[in-house]
């Protein structure tokens, strides 16, 4: 269940820094973190059929098609359901007609505010981070169910929908799936999944959803690894290790060449802090401008990447918080969802039955210097 306490506390204090009445969230995401529930039928809409608002009370409105069936399978009795017909309105201008004003929403409503829901929905509160511990452990679980069963001559498309079936029966969504066998990995970033062989190894990288909440994590099985894969992989693992533990630090504010000046998550760091030591990783490990090929990640919690850091990335690293960071070197890919939290670092994404290894972050000023578990190669 949501902490839905907590919710209308950084409503309540969100209303009153705008001098706002309302504020209501349509976008999955944002409907996800208020209500605990679903609102999506058509999954390509970026806006789901209902919307999900406080304004001293908390609220839904929906059609007249919908209305009932949230009532009864998606929200939390705290709700007032309110139905408009589903022939006579659609969505935005109900919200405009019902709501007080001023008001900001997630979606364009007319006469509205933009409310940039990411920053309200961090950082996690006690009950996000007991769902998410439980859904790390079931797409770790279903990926790596998977990828033991992998041979040289499977199609990557097979192998990606061997993922979305096993997600799918727990109840897991697969907004990205991504298949690359040694040849295709090696030429890209972004391995979509396509009819080639995996040919001497795969790397099988997923971002899957549920309820709101967003997990990330790769997987590399190789059969008859290239010379340099080890080393690669490694360096690669050695950048995610160093993000991480660049991450504690700037969520306590004390990252060299960030502020540096407050040891206290009420004054972190920010996201373009991380991405120096990030390139500064990259750099020690020998592969310098591999950071230039692809994004490093970021925040995660209820998207994929609630940010991304970027050299002049100014958002706050804050925690608790999950954090997914993704380094590449080419043809490799190190990546798991991790919980940053004051009293702990947690990989969320995990079974206990996936070969690790320690892995060193790089020297690094400011950062600690212990070394990180994180997913090995698996060598078959």
């Avoid at 040891?263 to 920010?270: N, Q, R, V, Y």
Wanted: charged share 30%; proline share 6%; hydrophobic share 45%.
């Amino acid at each position: 269940m949501v902490d839905l306490a907590a919710r209308t506390d950084r409503l309540d204090a969100y209303l009153a820094e705008r001098g706002l009445e309302a504020v209501w969230f349509a976008r999955p995401n944002g409907f996800a973190w208020l209500t605990g529930g679903d609102n999506v039928v058509d999954a390509d809409a970026a806006t789901g059929v209902a919307a999900a608002g406080y304004d001293g009370e908390l609220r839904v409105i929906a059609d007249d098609i919908e209305a009932d069936r949230l009532a009864d399978e998606e929200l939390p009795d705290a709700f007032a359901v309110e139905s408009f017909p589903w022939y006579a309105d659609s969505l935005a201008p109900a919200v405009a007609e019902r709501s007080p004003a001023p008001a900001a929403a997630d979606f364009d409503v007319p006469g509205f505010e933009a409310v940039d829901g990411s920053r309200l929905r961090q950082p996690l509160t006690d009950d996000d981070v007991e769902r998410y511990r439980e859904l790390g452990r079931e797409v770790a679980a279903a990926v790596e169910t998977v990828c033991r069963n992998l041979e040289p001559d499977d199609p990557e498309y097979e192998v990606a929908a061997g993922i979305d079936i096993s997600l799918a029966s727990r109840d897991v969504d697969t907004p990205v799936v991504l298949v690359g066998g040694a040849e295709r990995a090696q030429a890209f970033r972004h391995y979509t999944p396509s009819d080639a062989a995996l040919g001497d190894y795969a790397l099988v990288s997923v971002t899957a959803e549920r309820a709101g909440l967003y997990a990330s994590m790769t997987r590399t099985v190789a059969f008859d690894a290239p010379d340099w894969f080890e080393e690669r992989h490694r360096a690669a693992a050695r950048v995610e290790a160093t993000a991480i533990r660049a991450t504690e630090a700037a969520a306590a504010g004390t990252l060299v060449g960030g502020d540096g000046d407050a040891a206290s998550a009420d004054a972190p760091d920010a996201a373009g802090d991380v991405f120096e030591a990030i390139r500064e990783a990259y750099d020690a490990v020998g592969f310098a401008d591999e950071w230039e090929k692809h994004h490093q990640g970021g925040a995660a919690g209820f998207a994929g990447r609630e940010w991304i850091a970027t050299p002049d990335g100014d958002e706050p690293v804050r925690w608790p918080m999950g954090y997914a960071w993704n380094p590449t070197v080419r043809g490799t890919k190190s990546e798991d969802t991790h919980l940053v939290a004051p009293d702990l670092t947690e990989r969320l994404t995990k079974t206990g039955r996936w070969p690790t290894h320690e892995t060193e972050p790089v020297d690094v000023a400011g950062i600690d210097a212990e070394p990180v578990e994180l997913a090995a190669p698996v060598i078959r």
